[in-house]
């Protein structure tokens, strides 16, 4: 499976595609989208948003196709906007609001007690690595998400969320804490004792 | 590109490993018939939004011309009563124009004297007088909100703003007098309401002055 960052396009493609023509663009499309939608969905959390940022990702992405100097693949330059695109929804009032009102009440759309299981079991077996993921906060786990799979540095984060070093790393080291919580349950530290 | 040293925790490696083993790919939620669908609909909105932005533009605009209007029209403050001053003052300045500034002085004087001739009674010209000093309060309040100075001065506006103020310290002189002799109230009503109608023509030239200064 290819990452958006390595996935380039023939130049000749990215030349029709600049002068309108419809089959290069399809040609582009079907390209990025697969791994356009999988980094707005890790990075979005819900598919519905997801969706709607994926929309408005690809609608930049052919409008500013003419302006693309081609200095850096393709699928670089489709991150950069999809990121960004993404970064700017979760800094959004709207969506700081939605947060803020979900962490009021006890259990919000990330909180992980809302996505355990029913059924009483051991945690590691019912919860894959999806399931962790979503139960990180949106900002968590798009620090997670952009350091541990896109490669980015605490400097790059920093830069995109527009906040300090400090704020990528303890975002960062927040979300390692809850996903070893996820991956690796609490050994039981009670000792045996012989009677 | 960040360094993998930089990874702190001995555990964390194992984190990211299994973060890094998800798919990065998914199927798109739609093929490029519906992405093209979708676009030109969101473009239509953006415009439908546009066109919307402008209505509500500009009905803002007219609810505030609305507003002030009314505010002027209704209020209390010194500016409904400038406004209503107007009128006054511009016949005042009108006949003080015609007999030139001795004139003014006389106006004064005979309003100051003409009070013999109306009496009406005592409760009402108290009352009258004590709105007139309200009113003049509220019309001095306002002009003190105003720069002292405008940015460009005009000899004929400022010409015009140093004879009623002049007038306005004759008409304080007056009052000051008849305040001392005890004379009687309708005459200090009267004064006092022609108090009120310089201060509203002062408050008038002062407004146009600096609506003209910020006017490029």
């Not at chain 2, 006949?95 to 005979?110: E, M």
């Not at chain 2, 000899?155 to 004879?163: C, D, I």
């Amino acid at each position: 499976m290819a990452r958006l960052v390595e996935i380039d396009v023939p130049p000749d493609v990215l030349a029709s595609a600049r002068f309108g023509s419809e089959r290069a663009q399809v040609e582009i499309y079907a390209a990025l989208a697969p791994a356009t939608f999988g980094l707005v969905r890790r990075l979005a959390g819900s598919r519905a948003l997801a969706e709607d940022l994926f929309q408005e990702t690809m609608m930049a992405v052919f409008q500013g196709l003419p302006g693309f100097r081609g200095e850096a693949p393709l699928g670089a330059w489709v991150r950069q906007i999809a990121v960004s695109k993404c970064l700017m929804y979760l800094r959004s009032p709207w969506h700081c609001a939605r947060l803020r009102f979900s962490s009021d009440s006890d259990s919000g759309p990330w909180s992980v007690d809302a996505l355990l299981p029913a059924t009483p079991g051991p945690r590691a077996e019912c919860l894959d690595v999806e399931r962790a993921l979503a139960s990180l906060a949106p900002t968590a786990r798009a620090v997670v998400w952009l350091f541990e799979v896109e490669g980015y540095s605490h400097e790059e984060i920093a830069q995109s969320f527009g906040r300090s070093v400090s704020f990528s790393k303890s975002q960062l080291a927040r979300a390692h804490t809850k996903l070893r919580a996820w991956f690796e349950p609490p050994v039981d530290s009670q000792t045996c004792t012989t009677p | 590109m960040h360094n993998p040293l930089e990874q702190s925790n001995s555990r964390t490696p194992a984190c990211g490993d299994r973060l890094r083993r998800l798919p990065t790919e998914m199927l798109p939620p739609y093929n490029w018939q519906e992405f093209q669908r979708r676009s030109l609909e969101r473009s239509f909105a953006a415009k439908d939004a546009l066109d919307w932005r402008h209505v509500a533009a500009a009905a803002a605009l007219l609810l505030v011309v609305c507003g002030i209007a009314v505010w002027g029209r209704l209020g209390s403050s010194g500016r409904s009563v400038a406004a209503e001053g107007v009128s006054a003052g511009a016949a005042a300045d009108r006949k003080s124009n015609a007999q030139g500034p001795a004139g003014d002085v006389d106006a004064l004087r005979d309003l100051h004297l003409s009070g013999d001739d109306a009496r009406p009674s005592r409760a009402g010209d108290e009352a009258q007088t004590g709105d007139a000093a309200r009113r003049s309060r509220a019309i001095e309040s306002w002009l003190a909100t105003l720069p002292r100075e405008p940015v460009v001065v005009r000899v004929g506006t400022r010409a015009a703003v140093a004879r009623l103020e002049d007038r306005i310290a004759q008409v304080d002189d007056l009052l000051t007098s008849v305040r001392l002799d005890g004379m009687g109230p309708d005459r200090l009503a009267a004064l006092q309401q022609e108090r009120v109608r310089l201060v509203g023509s002062l408050a008038q030239v002062r407004y146009a002055e600096v609506v003209a200064s910020e006017s490029p």
